[in-house]
């Protein structure tokens, strides 16, 4: 009997623990949130406000975007506030969160004004606090759903902040027209430059079945303005151009639709080609029944045109396509003779009729025939500047060379008066530490956008040539290269979710301090403790820098492992550097650095006359260029009045102490930060210092071997 009861004890004993065990996994927190943790207000004064703000809420229409805004509003002040907020009728106005476009307020007699609608457009939004007899009405309105949407994110993010409501009086608008993301992801599952597991798209499964992060994705997408996304790799496999494939792309862009995240599509310029000439062992085999793709073919421009008819059936709303052509061994134009601009406007002139549009990257080079490498893209494109149609863009990457650690801004930008450039950033950290290596992007970013072309004198930033104040473009356009992939966290490191967070709210409106995104990341997903805030705020800020220090300081670049990008090339036992020896730093017993002035390279020649000029001497050059551009003796002094030779020396350990200061000051919030959060974190920086002392141990012996000087200790 008592054996018997024994064993039932044990049984409910085993039972509570599992249960215990569940809840506390169930509870720890993942990271999948992202920023859009709606935790109750800590701020009991801002609670108290903002209960007596938002007694109910109107939420006019019902079209499939309006639900979702009310689901938001639904789940967001629930959390924040801790209560029901219900919705009314369409008439209430006092104590009220409002939401609804002009036909809604003409209804209620209360006719917006006219000059604000206008410039609103059709995605920008204003938030305001209105009293009326006495009690606070709160509106967020635009002229449409997608306008709506966006102000209402831009309104729980107060909330979230702890912002007061008091006066309210926001207007916002994009400055730049198509805010995209561009996935790398394969039609395997793969994720080409992807660190945090497999790819969002199941493939196998789609059609049919539907992941539910789908929507979160596109939610996630939504609430920091991006509207559009290149579901597939630019090194495109032409297979999704097949029907197959096009409807499962037809049921993304479904789920993505009612948060106002359009489809894009990279295509592979040999998609007509039939695959029988893959079979023969030439890797242009398409899915087509031709022979060729060449652009000025009459046979292959109606196979554009068919098949651009076939997706628009499918996805009515389709963006158009991204293009990586003649780069990398990905075929294109030149292989029949024809150029960009041919190969751009076969594709534009089928997609014209329905709106959709053309990104055609300007990432080309040939290692083997260009002796300066980042000169390419400046020499291919420019003689064709004015030759592309009207819904062409070129997409090129922020840099000349490659997305490393640092570059100065690729030329090209300033030299397309006549075609619309839109910038390529890349969220997913391939050169700056992958998923492991905790580095807030937004500075870099800003350094990059606020960077003078020269394009039309002084006062050109990027940001003004991409957002089309300089050249006036009829359209514009911004892509960052997706960090997201399968892992609970989306990104991987949980703070390469800010990266994304980030490029989202630039993309928006880039003269938005990288400092300020920063502390609404950190206060949507951490909180808003204080102390929690100045630490993670301060780790974050100089991270970027830290991170060039100790992989690539002075203008450095490319010294990365082969293909794999993470750790440094040069491999001390056989002596080898990847990238072809010493390519892109030119280390010998003389010096260091990459000649690109007007006695090297020339690549100074392709930057606007002042900038021209000033990269061109190594005394105005910008330090943090030097290496770039010029080739520098060992023994020369720099503006620290150290010796380059010294100076590097004490950016590597620069660079390695900050990453040892945020690992000890990180500690300092164990208690105060999520336990499951602050572990992952903690591991991730742990690994991160090791590989950043690698870095800078690995250069530093390596370089010595040509300084033949000794390496100094020391940080600034
Ligand atoms: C390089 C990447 C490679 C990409 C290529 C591109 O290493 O994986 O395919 O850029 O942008 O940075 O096309």
Redesign the pocket.
């Known amino acids: 009997m008592s054996a018997i009861r024994n064993s039932r004890w044990n049984v409910v004993l085993v039972t509570c623990l599992l249960a215990w065990c569940t809840a506390s996994v169930a509870s720890a927190n993942d990271g999948s949130g992202l920023w859009l943790n709606y935790t109750p207000v800590s701020d009991n004064v801002r609670l108290k406000e903002y209960r007596q703000s938002i007694r109910a809420m109107v939420v006019a229409g019902d079209s499939l975007t309006a639900r979702e805004i009310r689901n938001e509003l639904r789940h967001g002040l629930n959390g924040l506030l801790g209560r029901e907020i219900p919705f009314d009728a369409p008439g209430r106005t006092s104590n009220a969160l409002i939401v609804a476009t002009p036909r809604y307020f003409k209804a209620a007699g209360v006719p917006p004004n006219q000059e604000l609608l206008k410039s609103l457009g059709s995605e920008g939004y204003a938030i305001k606090a209105v009293k009326i007899r006495g009690a606070r009405t709160l509106f967020i309105i635009a002229n449409g759903d997608r306008g709506l949407l966006y102000g209402t994110f831009h309104f729980l993010r107060l909330l979230q902040t702890q912002r007061p409501l008091g006066r309210l009086d926001i207007v916002s608008t994009p400055r730049i027209q198509h805010r995209l993301l561009n996935h790398?992801d394969n039609l395997d599952g793969s994720v080409?430059?992807g660190y945090a597991g497999r790819s969002l798209w199941r493939w196998d499964e789609l059609p049919s079945v539907l992941s539910p992060r789908y929507r979160e994705y596109a939610r996630a997408c939504a609430s920091i303005g991006i509207n559009g996304t290149v579901v597939n790799n630019?090194?495109a496999n032409p297979r999704i151009l097949t029907p197959e494939y096009v409807r499962k792309v037809a049921t993304l862009a479904e789920a993505f639709r009612p948060y106002g995240i359009r489809v894009f599509l990279s295509v592979n310029f040999s998609s007509p080609i039939s695959a029988r000439f893959e079979q023969e062992g030439n890797r242009k085999g398409g899915i087509g029944n031709l022979s060729t793709s060449d652009p000025l073919d009459p046979a292959v421009r109606a196979w554009w045109k068919a098949k651009v008819s076939e997706v628009y059936r499918g996805i009515p709303d389709f963006g158009g396509f991204l293009v990586?052509a003649s780069?990398?061994g990905m075929p294109g134009p030149q292989e029949y003779g024809r150029t960009h601009a041919d190969g751009a406007n076969m594709l534009a002139e089928a997609l014209e009729p329905y709106g959709g549009i053309v990104m055609w990257r300007s990432?080309v080079y040939d290692a083997e025939s260009d002796p300066d490498r980042v000169k390419r893209a400046y020499k291919e494109f420019v003689p064709l500047d004015g030759q592309f149609r009207g819904n062409v863009f070129v997409q090129a990457k922020n840099g000349p060379l490659?997305?490393q650690p640092r570059e100065p801004v690729q030329p090209l930008f300033a030299a397309m008066p006549r075609t619309p450039m839109m910038l390529e950033l890349q969220i997913t950290q391939?050169y700056l530490g992958h998923s492991t290596h905790l580095v807030y992007l937004a500075p870099m970013w800003k350094e990059y956008l606020q960077f003078d072309t020269f394009a039309k004198g002084p006062g050109s930033s990027l940001a003004s040539i991409i957002d089309g104040t300089v050249q006036k473009y009829r359209m514009t356009g911004i892509a960052g290269v997706a960090n997201t992939g399968d892992q609970p966290n989306w990104c991987g490191h949980l703070f390469a979710q800010a990266n994304w967070f980030a490029f989202g709210r630039l993309a928006w409106d880039h003269t938005q301090s990288a400092e300020d995104i920063a502390a609404d990341w950190i206060r949507m997903t951490f909180g808003n403790d204080q102390r929690v805030l100045k630490t993670v705020h301060s780790m974050m800020m100089g991270s970027w820098e830290a991170c060039v220090n100790y992989m690539t300081p002075l203008g450095l670049h490319h010294i990365m492992q082969v293909d794999f990008?993470y750790g440094p090339g040069p491999d001390l036992d056989t002596g080898r550097v990847d990238w072809r020896s010493t390519y892109y730093h030119r280390a010998d017993s003389l010096g260091l650095g990459y000649d690109r002035s007007s006695t090297g390279s020339n690549a100074v020649s392709q930057y606007p006359s002042l900038l021209r000029e000033q990269f061109d001497s190594p005394v105005t050059c910008p330090e943090k260029y030097l290496l770039w551009f010029h080739h520098i003796g060992w023994d020369q002094k720099l503006r620290s009045r150290r010796s380059l030779w010294e100076e590097l020396c004490t950016r590597y350990f620069t660079g390695t102490e900050y990453v040892d200061t945020m690992s000890t000051i990180w500690s300092s919030l164990e208690r105060i930060v999520d336990p499951a959060i602050f572990i992952h974190v903690s591991k991730k920086l742990e690994t991160q210092r090791k590989d950043a002392a690698a870095w800078r141990d690995t250069c530093l012996r390596y370089f010595q071997r040509f300084s033949r000087r000794p390496i100094i200790g020391q940080s600034e």
């Open positions: 790398w080409e430059r630019v090194n990586k780069s990398e990432f490659d997305f391939e990008h």
